[in-house]
């Protein structure tokens, strides 16, 4: 069964301490993994997919990087402005006859960054 | 307007009620989607109308039914909910090509729904 594991849960930082958000999955066949962020009471917004195992991508603060079995988000000297919840999703090639749509989900990790 | 514009944006109903999320698409995708986000629990996918099929999560209550009158517009039609069924619903869309790596979704802010 696709499984995505977020952590940690929570996650509070000071303004331009660097850190990393952890996403463990188990997939049969990686058709895409992706990151969004999502603000309170908001829809989530699509920072990056990734295909491949070593693949990275970067977008102003913020880089996803790619494992065979995680992805992890870094963050570098973040802002009060990045504070809100990352969420990791997978896509197998095997679910719901190949329907984009068929995301899993983990249960994402609040960032609070203060000043 | 651009993107995914969903309404409304909250909505209270009694558990007896009949009521019906709105959600439109302007990206001219060809797939759109019903979310499910409740507290503590990851986003729980309720349909999908992808390709002029309908694929739909076999764990989701029959007291919600979808309609997907063209491409660019989805509906969610509610009634006898249950308090546990207050969540925030979703809408999203995408551009679906199945021989392909996965594109991503486009979501909609969201409708909160309380049901009393």
């Known amino acids: 069964e696709d499984q995505v594991t977020q952590s940690p849960e929570a996650l509070r930082l000071q303004e331009g301490e660097s850190s990393s958000l952890n996403c463990s999955y188990t997939?049969?066949?990686?058709?895409?993994l992706f990151w969004y962020r999502q603000d309170p009471g908001k829809g989530p917004e699509f920072l990056f997919t990734l295909y491949s195992a070593g693949e990275e991508k970067e977008k102003e603060r913020l880089k996803a990087t790619l494992t065979k079995k995680e992805s992890f988000l870094h963050i570098t000297a973040p802002k009060p402005e990045d504070s809100a919840t990352y969420l990791c999703a997978v896509q197998g090639w095997g679910d719901y006859g190949g329907s984009q749509g068929n995301l899993i989900f983990g249960k994402g990790t609040k960032l609070s960054v203060k000043p | 307007e651009t993107g995914v514009t969903q309404t409304p944006r909250h909505l209270v109903m009694g558990m007896t009620n009949k009521k019906s999320l709105k959600c439109e698409q302007h990206?001219?995708?060809?797939?759109m989607y019903w979310y499910k986000q409740s507290a503590k629990k990851p986003l729980e996918l309720m349909f999908v109308y992808s390709l002029e099929e309908r694929v739909e999560n076999n764990s989701v209550p029959s007291r919600f039914s979808p309609e997907c009158p063209n491409s660019s517009h989805l509906f969610l039609h509610l009634h006898t909910l249950q308090p546990e069924d207050s969540a925030l619903y979703l809408c999203?869309?995408?551009?679906?090509?199945?021989?392909?790596?996965?594109?991503?979704?486009?979501f909609g802010s969201g409708t909160q729904l309380s049901v009393l």
């Open positions: 997939v049969s066949g990686l058709r895409g």
């Open positions: 990206l001219g995708h060809n797939a």
């Open positions: 999203a869309s995408s551009q679906e090509n199945r021989d392909r790596e996965g594109e991503k979704l486009f």
